[in-house]
């Protein structure tokens, strides 16, 4: 009897896989040629499993082609990453927000943004930060885990998919996903203490199953590349709102700064483009700045489709110490050949 499903868990040569048909979660060895296979098994990966009829463990027959794979935590074929900022204690704060909303996007990863601890926040103040990023084009969710307010929001936005969590330590990350799915073991305040205890300390990442459909890594924060690492010209495209409107600039070099008939900067004053979004662009902007800009380059030629999920790229961002490391997408063509960049 075959079946597909997700690797949740991987312990000593053990692969814990959750099948397509749903149920436990089914203990499996792998065979010979799947552990000597270059890049083994990672959590996240798609498998084909056989099983006796009525035998409770399975055999791990092979691994179906990986889309992204993410190396802390490492996850393969992660789909989205949750940014978690609270809207107060701590106080949310939009550059940290932003940044790792540029990193999500750089590394091909859809993003939604989650605003929580709504029940401590003035009034309106949630709503207004959730408006500004819906119309800067997320999907953004005002949540409180203790007033389970936009807990099935999320839970909608989770399900299907392999998430991870990103956001600063006391964000509230852990209370969510325990909203969403009480009793998968994660004591609140209790995962940073256990990350911090060495650099050589890699904790085991599981893939948390969810009653919605989907799975999400019980590790917070992830890496991706570090943003002075971006180039300039493509940091607007980072910019989910400035997308649109990069084609349409005089110059095709422009990195929306002091370049006349500039139509990111126009949106910008026709309010298109919100003002603080704009503002921490420029702030980014000029922490690329040491790295050559690419002035007269011809616009398109570093955009090509290929660059998707293609190459390896280090990865580091400050702000959340957990998270540096390095991420690395690898595509795979038909025949199951790896392509790099
Ligand atoms: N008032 C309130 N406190 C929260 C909420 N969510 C989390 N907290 C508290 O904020 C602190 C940090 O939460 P935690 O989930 O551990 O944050 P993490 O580091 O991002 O995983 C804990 O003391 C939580 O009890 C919330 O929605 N409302
Ligand atoms: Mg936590
Ligand atoms: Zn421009």
Not at 118 to 143: F, M, N, Q
Request: proline content about 4%.
């Amino acid at each position: 009897m075959y079946d597909t499903g997700i690797v949740v868990r991987l312990t000593g040569g053990i692969c814990w896989v959750l099948a397509d048909a749903g149920g436990e979660a089914v203990r499996c060895a792998a065979r010979g040629n799947v552990r000597k296979r270059a890049g083994g098994v990672a959590v996240g990966d798609r498998v084909r499993i056989s099983r006796e009829p009525g035998g409770e463990d399975g055999v791990l027959e092979e691994v179906l082609p990986r889309l992204t794979y993410l190396i802390r935590p490492q996850v393969a074929n992660v789909d989205q990453a949750i940014v978690v900022m609270s809207v107060a204690r701590p106080e949310p704060n939009l550059h940290l927000l932003d940044r790792l909303l540029v990193l999500v996007e750089h590394s091909h990863l859809d993003a939604v943004v989650c605003f929580t601890k709504a029940d401590l926040a003035c009034p309106g103040e949630g709503e207004r930060l959730v408006d500004s990023y819906s119309r800067a084009g997320y999907r953004a969710i005002l949540t409180s885990a203790r007033a389970r307010q936009g807990i099935r929001e999320l839970s909608a936005a989770l399900a299907g998919k392999t998430s991870v969590f990103a956001g600063p330590s006391g964000a509230g990350k852990s209370a969510l996903l325990n909203a969403v799915q009480p009793g998968h073991n994660l004591a609140e305040g209790e995962l940073s203490t256990r990350i911090g205890r060495g650099r050589h300390t890699t904790r085991e990442v599981r893939l948390i199953p969810l009653d919605v459909g989907g799975t999400v890594a019980d590790t917070p924060g992830f890496s991706v590349l570090d943003i002075e690492s971006i180039k300039p010209r493509d940091l607007a495209t980072a910019f989910r709102e400035m997308r649109e409107y990069v084609e349409g600039c005089r110059f095709a070099g422009c990195v929306h700064d002091a370049e006349p008939e500039c139509a990111v900067k126009q949106a910008v004053e026709e309010g298109k483009i919100g003002q603080g979004r704009y503002e921490r662009y420029l702030m980014f902007l000029e922490s690329t700045a040491s790295m050559p800009r690419e002035r007269g380059c011809w616009r398109g030629s570093a955009q090509s489709g290929s660059v998707h999920f293609v190459g390896g790229f280090r990865a580091a961002f400050r702000g959340d110490r957990q998270s540096v490391g390095i991420c690395r997408h690898v595509a795979r063509g038909r025949n199951g050949r790896k392509i790099r960049s």
